[in-house]
């Protein structure tokens, strides 16, 4: 059963001290010995003894050894070198003793981690910087023989350090951690440390580093180790822009104030900021461009406390500013200054490029892995017609070769093929209709059925949203054979005429039959059907990925199937590894919000930019949260406030064995001052 976490208790204050460095105390011995050894004086004739009387006594004196006088050198000696002694064995106070043979350190890298705090002395830092000091006190007060590993925790989790007992190592990989853009998991972090743990002998423990702002405040549940858990940072309010989509729509030419005036395209951003503080905000939210100044909208909004108050900001592009980055920021910022900017791109136009190509009789145009040849086709009219009737796409006709010779295609444009299937088709989502005899994009174009009767079709499928077939006829149609049963998307009686051609990149669809040899166009699920389409090739111009593009979520980038030499470049301008398959670039992580700029090279060589966002009201949350635990382990929960913070004094100590052994050398160069009247002459 889940309970809350029980508070820990602190403990009293201990003295560490190494023992490593006190073997340096044995030259104390050899120290002493040289001020009471006697000391081996050499024969020199003088005038007279009396001046000598004290080294004649010393050499009457039969035993080795002289009386020990306590002189300032020998005071300052024993003192330095006792200091030093004491330097090397790494003395240190801290608040308690971190107990068990075996410590995995697991720090919160998520996003609220990277808001602002104050140090214990009151110096600006952040939460992140507060943990990883916290972590190396830790590592510090560890007991004697005792390993340790580190964790991070944000979207997935790392391990940092492999079990080690060298400190400097450990150190080290606490140093490396940062706070990532991304919502955290506790819970796989500490299940990870749990499964390295459980395969060792001896007293085990995790102790969990957090600001206890968590997306999944039960990710602690099933804990069967001892846990700890330590919250740094204090709570403090933040406002955030927690959603953002941007479209392209249109508005009067004139403004809002002539709504009579012909409308003009524009870009419309709509955006959602949330009050996630116990004040009210004012604040402005403005929109720019990717690397310019200017600001294209703003709007001045106060959101109340707990408030989520919709934004929508608008500017008229040009063609130039089509698929570039747009910038979203509130304004005066806050402790959370990652969920203070949002990232967008505007779209390519309103309006959908369509190129509608007809294969034609004469026209060679080769199936992919199948032969030549192309059929006669009579449904090109009816289908420029349906394309035609919609208002938002700009349709361009012509032959097969002017599509696979266009120079500069947009590579979302929405190709329509009559009677013919190329291989390595330029563009977007496709529609071949009508193919010759082949193999055509996984299906096999086999022998002409004679009047089949259609008898179902996939109404699940978005392209036949809405589609009813009842009473069409068709003339002739293709038998067509897809790669698997679930690829049908039209059946008649006597076979298949329609299946899904699909690839990782593009939506492709293919109809065995010739529109124009049937009574379909005449219906109006045909122009239907057409919308259908031209709806999913517009989404799929909007996005441009497949899935969504959230931080620390793998991205998915449609590319042309023939690029090659993929490169993509981080918010930062740094290289991440991408993954290339069937014209699809998928990259693993994106850590940082921001733009991810992906370019490839090959016929159709072109770039893409991808904003990627937190947009998380768990993680922009920073009032804190109740921590739940259910398991059969020992849970404690603990403020960073309340651990006495672990300091070492090797370094005063070792100032202060210099500064002894700086004196004693001025000492014993020194020029002793002469009694007063010594230098005056005799008279």
Not at 60 to 85: E, G, S, T
Not at 152 to 166: K, N, Q
Request: proline share 8%; net charge neutral; with cysteine.
């Amino acid at each position: 059963m889940a309970a809350p976490l029980a508070q820990a208790s602190a403990g009293s204050p201990l003295s560490l001290l190494a023992p490593g460095g006190l073997w340096l105390l044995a030259l104390l011995g050899p120290l002493v010995l040289l001020y009471i050894l006697k000391i081996k004086r050499s024969r020199r004739r003088v005038p007279s003894t009396w001046l000598w009387a004290a080294a004649q006594r010393d050499l009457m004196a039969r035993a080795p050894f002289r009386r020990l006088i306590a002189q300032l050198p020998l005071v300052l000696q024993v003192l330095a070198l006792a200091l030093l002694a004491l330097a090397l064995a790494r003395p240190a106070s801290r608040g308690r003793a971190l107990t068990g043979d075996h410590v995995a350190i697991i720090l919160d890298t998520s996003a609220s981690m990277s808001a602002a705090a104050r140090s214990p002395s009151g110096e600006a830092t952040t939460r992140i910087e507060l943990g990883k000091q916290l972590a190396r006190d830790l590592l510090s007060g560890l007991t004697p023989g005792s390993d340790a590993l580190i964790l991070e925790a944000g979207r997935d989790a790392r391990l940092v350090a492999a079990l080690d007992r060298d400190l400097v190592r450990l150190r080290a990989a606490v140093d490396a951690v940062a706070a990532r853009d991304v919502e955290g998991d506790l819970g796989a972090a500490v299940a990870l440390a749990a499964d390295r743990l459980r395969q060792l002998g001896g007293a085990r423990r995790i102790v969990v580093i957090t600001d206890g702002n968590l997306a999944r405040p039960d990710a602690l549940r099933g804990v069967s180790l001892p846990l700890e858990v330590i919250t740094v940072g204090a709570p403090v309010d933040n406002a955030a822009i927690v959603r953002v989509d941007v479209r392209s729509g249109s508005g009067p030419a004139g403004g809002a104030d002539d709504p009579r005036a012909e409308a003009r395209e524009e870009v419309q951003a709509f955006l959602v900021v949330a009050n996630l503080g116990a004040q009210p905000r004012d604040l402005y939210v403005t929109m720019r461009q990717d690397n310019a100044s200017d600001v294209l909208s703003s709007r001045r909004v106060l959101v109340k406390p707990g408030e989520r108050l919709p934004v929508v900001l608008t500017f008229r592009p040009s063609p130039g500013d089509y698929r570039k980055g747009l910038l979203f920021e509130l304004s005066p910022r806050d402790a959370m200054q990652v969920d203070d900017v949002a990232y967008g791109r505007v779209p390519a136009g309103d309006k959908l490029p369509v190129f509608l190509a007809s294969g034609g009789a004469g026209e060679a145009g080769p199936g992919p892995g199948g032969p030549a040849g192309t059929t006669s086709s009579s449904g090109s009219p009816w289908l420029a017609r349906a394309l035609a009737s919609d208002p938002m796409t700009s349709v361009t006709a012509g032959s097969l070769a002017d599509l696979l010779r266009a120079p500069a295609l947009d590579p979302d444009t929405f190709v329509v093929i009559d009677g013919a299937c190329p291989p390595d088709v330029p563009g977007g989502d496709l529609l071949i209709v009508n193919p010759p005899p082949g193999r055509c994009f996984g299906t096999v174009v086999g022998p002409t059925l004679e009047r089949p009767t259609l008898t179902s079709w996939d109404t699940a499928d978005p392209r036949l949203r809405f589609v009813t077939l009842d009473g069409v006829h068709l003339h002739a149609a293709s038998s067509l054979e897809p790669e698997a049963a679930t690829r049908a998307l039209l059946r008649a009686q006597e076979g298949t005429v329609a299946t899904d051609i699909s690839t990782a990149s593009r939506t492709g669809t293919l109809l065995g039959f010739d529109v124009g040899e049937s009574d379909w166009p005449l219906k109006a699920s045909f122009v239907l059907f057409v919308r259908n389409l031209l709806e999913q090739a517009r989404a799929h111009r909007a996005n441009g990925v497949t899935g969504p593009a959230r931080t620390g979520e793998p991205l998915r980038v449609s590319v042309p199937a023939t690029a090659r030499d993929l490169e993509v470049l981080g918010p930062a301008g740094e290289r991440l590894e991408v993954a290339q398959r069937a014209g699809l670039a998928v990259i693993a992580e994106t850590p940082r919000a921001g733009f991810y700029r992906v370019s490839w090279q090959g016929p159709q060589a072109g770039s893409v930019l991808v904003p990627a966002n937190l947009t998380s009201v768990a993680e922009s949350d920073l009032t804190p949260r109740q921590l739940v635990a259910a398991g059969g382990g020992e849970v404690a929960v603990s403020s960073a406030e309340g651990q006495d913070a672990h300091t070492e004094w090797t370094w005063l100590l070792a100032l202060a064995a210099l500064a002894f052994v700086v004196f004693d050398v001025w000492y014993f160069t020194r020029v002793p001052r002469r009694p007063q009247g010594h230098d005056s002459p005799v008279g």
